[in-house]
């Protein structure tokens, strides 16, 4: 195992590094889940146990944003404390308590030829993670990753560089009391920025790449990889509102989707309303909705509606550019626009929306089936809030990602979607003919 | 539709293409199976019924192709004739037959918060195939990609370009016949080698992109998209013998497997024989396959055991270099490797496999349980020829690669590995908590 000292070195070789995560993924394929499930619960031992050298670590990292002048919601991002540190070891200890994700096998057939096929689960090998401020991603990536037999190669912001090496050190105990290899989990915590660049090249010793960050992250992922990106991160997010729907249960729906927490990717941005109820409706969302703080970006329709309103002087309303229906807000601003019909949603969902989460609300059975059928997009709501797309919330358990991209993993990624599979044939001593 | 003039213009437009195709895609999600399967019906009958205008812009490539001074083996490659557009055809309604790999709904959960889910299939949506001189590529991706509702754009070599335009030609007036968008399949053939970098790089139109070629190919690929790629192509493919395989029956399978199609990427390159076996079994080897013309690379031992039996005048017996244990030979030359146990093939296998098809000889159901479960491959034979890997030898009724990568599909790609899934999730006019 490399020391915090060799990680921390300028002249890391990642090549080296690359080569040890793959030797250490092909031992993993030799481990038991019993040792992957004690690495874990060893793990969030540790982590209460060595609680003030991580936090000293930690404390570090803040000192250091600080004198950088760093903004207050980088730093509380940044943050650990005993009690994030406790939260981060119970998460572990659930990620521990799943189903073995590799325990499957499927699709057996027994083909004329006389061969017997089926599909085993297998890790993916090695996983690539890129982000940026949250030293509990570091954490998370790990237990996943060992959860489903992926050595992991994680690579953290600079800013949070000592804690990562506090928390690795921490793992690799953890992964040696279970005799796994300490290289299943390695930190690239050199601030180089190149780095980045030589990781995403790796394709010889890492077979995805999972970035977590803002959307110019992700386009640098794609930009420079020759591996595969899971790529994710921008919600430019809808709700369609359909003549039929229930307006009084739509408010609370739209208010939880845009409201409840503003900053992440499946909250609402774009509410669109078909134009019969538009008179009726969009007060009422302006009123529940305006007085949570949130401005409204209307169209001309929606906006000569809202400001006929008595109440029309409470509510921030401006006029929506055409740059709006393609913004991912991360805050109380909420675009608005009165369409004629289910069709001019749909084409409008198609142009602005980002393959995140999509939502209708009706109560007409063949537009929730039309809609769920033509909209393209990782989860498709029908009469819930888009802040449901979480892995958690579908019941993964658990999710190290969500994928916006179409291929192994779309939507919440849990440990399911950490795996691939290789076929099995097995045949009494069968020749092709 | 473009005309094959237009679809020739040496100024082709890649952005509009991608822009038409992502349309063509969107309009396939409001297509019926009854519909993706008529126009397959109708391609291959207008297969037959075209085959004069199909035949004689073959013969146009291949006169471009002798005059260019192309291999007779490339020549064969690109040629046509009524056979094989039969065959072509017949293939083609098999695929129309399959059963619809979007018809499926699964992992549906009713969660605490009254969230119903599931996981509904869906296309993956434009998918990008570059291939070379093979022109039954063009129809058999265009198929599979109708049958899986995607759409599909094809670039094949510059070599059979006329081919393509009327392969192509006739398969847009199969989709319109259908109803179907006729820029559901497109075909690049402006033979500027610049448009191929340009096509990787459509990150915004293309989903998927599918090399069907050689290693340079796909290295090519991998270097330059934006796209996730399909990698495939490379097989250095190994078949272990232990000591407790049934040596009569292992000759054939050997023998299956390097000689019945050696230019294919799933044949035999390596043999692996565990040194209790060895005297006895290589000269077996030898005789069945050196009667077959196969050159034996062979190490130290294996050379030495080989050269000591009567017949070995007959047989070609060269030293195994280094470079030999990571070739793809693709021709009638077998490397052989003497090993000491289970764990030094397990070794070679992981240090020069290429990930594609992976054989072990047998009775020891522990050996197999451990080749089974340590080999990191798309497949993993058990008594039986590596030359098994294959979408028809697997039952998956048709291929349209075999990947080597763990993203997404690997091995054989099929009908259902052209597809994705999206999250449908309902409630009862529900908010998150």
Redesign the interface.
């Known amino acids: 195992m490399p020391s915090p000292t060799e990680m921390m070195s300028p002249t890391a070789d990642l090549t080296a590094l690359g080569k040890r995560a793959r030797t250490a993924?092909?031992a993993l394929?030799?481990a038991s889940h019993a040792q992957r499930v004690a690495a874990l619960h060893t793990l969030a031992d540790l982590l209460e146990q060595q609680h003030e050298t991580i936090l000293a670590a930690n404390a570090e990292d803040l000192a250091r944003g600080e004198a950088a002048g760093l903004p207050a919601n980088l730093l509380d991002r940044m943050l650990l404390n005993p009690e994030r540190l406790q939260a981060i070891a119970a998460d572990t200890r659930i990620v521990a308590e799943l189903p073995d994700p590799l325990d499957e096998q499927y699709d057996f057939?027994v083909?004329p030829?006389g061969?017997t096929?089926y599909r085993?689960r297998?890790p993916?090998?090695v996983v690539g993670m890129i982000y940026e401020a949250r030293p509990n991603v570091t954490v998370d990536a790990a237990a996943l990753c060992i959860k489903s037999g992926n050595a992991v190669v994680l690579r953290g912001g600079s800013d949070i560089r000592a804690s990562c090496v506090a928390i690795t050190t921490v793992i690799a105990r953890a992964l040696a009391t279970a005799g796994l290899p300490t290289d299943a989990v390695q930190s690239i915590t050199d601030p180089d920025r190149d780095l980045v660049r030589q990781m995403l090249r790796l394709?010889q010793s890492i077979?995805?790449i999972i970035p977590r960050g803002g959307a110019s992250l992700h386009q640098f992922c794609?930009?420079n990889a020759?591996i595969?990106?899971i790529t994710g991160g921008i919600g430019v997010c809808h709700t369609y509102v359909d003549p039929t729907a229930?307006l009084e249960?739509?408010v609370?729906?739209i208010?939880?989707a845009r409201v409840?927490r503003p900053s992440v990717c499946n909250s609402l941005d774009t509410l669109l309303v078909q134009r019969a109820i538009a008179a009726q409706f969009l007060p009422m969302v302006a009123q529940a909705l305006g007085a949570a703080g949130v401005e409204f970006r209307a169209d001309e329709t929606a906006r000569v509606l809202l400001q006929a309103h008595p109440d029309a002087a409470q509510w921030r309303i401006t006029p929506a550019g055409a740059e709006d229906y393609d913004t991912e807000f991360l805050a109380l601003i909420l675009a608005i626009r009165v369409v004629d019909d289910l069709e001019q949603a749909l084409a409008h969902i198609?142009q602005h929306g980002t393959g995140h989460s999509e939502a209708i609300?009706t109560n007409d059975q063949a537009a929730?089936a039309r809609f769920?059928?033509?909209?393209?997009?990782?989860?498709?709501?029908?009469?819930?809030?888009t802040?449901?797309?979480d892995g958690g919330?579908?019941?993964l358990g658990a999710e190290i990602a969500v994928s916006t991209?179409?291929?192994?993993a779309?939507?919440?990624m849990g440990l399911r979607e950490l795996t691939?599979?290789?076929?099995?044939?097995?045949?009494?001593?069968?020749?092709?003919s």
Chains 1, 2 share one sequence.
């Open positions: 993924a092909r394929l030799r057939a083909l030829s061969l096929r085993q297998t993916l090998g394709d077979d995805l794609r930009q020759t595969p990106v229930d249960r739509a609370p729906i208010y939880n409840q198609a609300l929730a769920i059928a033509e909209v393209d997009a990782s989860a498709v709501f029908v009469n819930t809030s802040r449901f797309n919330q579908f019941g991209q179409k291929l192994q779309r939507g919440p691939s599979y290789k076929w099995v044939a097995t045949g009494d001593w069968l020749v092709r």
